[in-house]
T-cell receptor, first 118, second 114 residues
Framework: AQTVTQSQPEMSVQEAETVTLSCTYD???????LFWYKQPPSRQMILVIR??????QNATENRFSVNFQKAAKSFSLKISDSQLGDTAMYFC???????????????FGKGTHLIIQP | NAGVMQNPRHLVRRRGQEARLRCSPM?????VYWYRQLPEEGLKFMVY????????ESGMPKERFSAEFPKEGPSILRIQQVVRGDSAAYFC????????????FGQGTRLTVV
């Protein structure tokens, strides 16, 4: 079974600052994906960024980037030039992939509540 | 192209009643996942369905909970004889196929048991 741990229940930064959210995971699987999802007050789960475990290059999506350390089983999210609209819960998630193309459902961490102050 | 549609958005049930939560996947998606989110928690996987098949129900409580995804119509998560502990937000996600890592989420159904 997989576990995902987010050790920061809440973080608060000023607008335009850079913030890093941490995530560690534990698995015995060798083929998997890692994700960061954003959940604003509307409750909608929005995919922010996705990383394939076999890719060494860290994924980047505009102001969002990850630091994927496979040996340490660490997957942090960096948000640059933070904006008020980034205020939300952020969830780290894991998905194991199996030979033949099968996959599990997502395993989520407990989330980090990120507050961007004006 | 409408997103994943869940209804109702809010559902109030008395203890002992049945709750039916519906999920219409995105057009062209044949795989559906259900998750439960308790207050202050992340989402917990419940069940993974393909049309007319349950692929993985390892996260589903053994009693009172069932799920289906018929050939026609939405996926249904059914909770019989609800208890206070069933109060949570229930999310559905859909994807094109098994192993597709881009799952799109609905806005969830918030179930309150009184």
């Amino acid at each position: 079974a997989q576990t995902v741990t987010q050790s920061q229940p809440e973080m608060s930064v000023q607008e335009a600052e850079t913030v890093t959210l941490s995530c560690t995971y534990d698995t015995s699987e060798s083929n998997y994906y890692l994700f960061w999802y954003k959940q604003p007050p509307s409750r909608q789960m929005i995919l922010v960024i996705r990383q394939e475990a076999y890719k060494q290059q860290n994924a980047t999506e505009n102001r969002f980037s990850v630091n994927f350390q496979k040996a340490a089983k660490s997957f942090s999210l960096k948000i640059s030039d933070s904006q008020l609209g980034d205020t939300a819960m952020y969830f780290c998630a894991f998905m194991a992939m199996y030979s033949g193309g099968g996959a599990d459902g997502l395993t989520f961490g407990k989330g980090t509540h990120l507050i961007i102050q004006p | 192209n409408a997103g994943v549609m869940q209804n109702p958005r809010h559902l109030v049930r008395r203890r002992g009643q049945e709750a039916r939560l519906r999920c219409s996947p995105m057009k062209g998606h044949s795989h559906v996942y259900w998750y439960r989110q308790l207050p202050e928690e992340g989402l917990k996987f419940m069940v993974y369905l393909q049309k007319e098949n349950i692929i993985d129900e390892s996260g589903m409580p053994k009693e009172r909970f069932s799920a289906e995804f018929p050939k026609e119509g939405p996926s249904i998560l059914r909770i019989q004889q609800v208890v206070r502990g069933d109060s949570a937000a229930y999310f559905c996600a859909s994807s094109v196929g098994q192993g597709n890592t881009e799952a799109f989420f609905g806005q969830g159904t918030r179930l309150t048991v009184v």
